[in-house]
């Protein structure tokens, strides 16, 4: 949650930046955010799979399912929201062979704005993406201390 939650909380700050500037503020997420952000959403993924699994209780069970399933929708915000928007704005920027790889894959490559809206429109997706993802991390959290809260009640 803290990566999507650090992304969201930005956002009031970043949308007063110009072109430039956001680009120059953008690039530095890109090695930090995509190795903690892909090892701790993948582990949260693991962690909440085995925990439905071991779950005790009917009630515990689909309170953890439900967290799951945020998790799992987030990836899916990231790939066809976030990702396509990644690889367009990466396609100058040298890259290290991992990150070229990572960047490689997802969503399809569109952009069918003109170059002066282009990067507004992409940066409000990128940025809307970011909040959305944020949100369904705080629901997924507010669902497993639910869940946790059951068990030890």
């Known amino acids: ?29 890109y090695p930090g955010f995509t190795i903690g952000g892909g090892l701790a959403e993948v582990g949260g993924i693991v962690a909440a ?25 987030m990836q899916l915000v990231f790939w066809f929201m976030t990702q396509p928007i990644n690889k367009h704005w990466l396609q100058e920027v040298e890259l290290t062979s991992p990150a070229k790889r990572f960047f490689a894959t997802g969503g399809k490559d569109e952009t069918p704005l003109s170059p002066t809206q282009e990067w507004t429109a992409l940066r409000n ?3 809307l993406s970011h909040v959305v993802r944020a949100g369904l991390a705080m629901l997924s959290l507010i669902l497993l201390t639910t869940a946790i809260a059951i068990q030890s009640a």
Not at 8 to 28: H, M, S, T
């Open 1 to 29: 949650m803290a990566m999507a939650l650090a992304h969201a909380l930005e956002l009031p700050g970043k949308l007063r930046l110009g072109r430039q500037e956001y680009f120059v503020i953008q690039r530095i997420y």
């Open 49 to 73: 799979f085995a925990l439905m699994l071991t779950s005790s209780g009917i009630v515990r069970f689909w309170l953890i399912a439900g967290a799951l399933v945020a998790l799992l929708i």
């Open 125 to 127: 997706r990128w940025e």
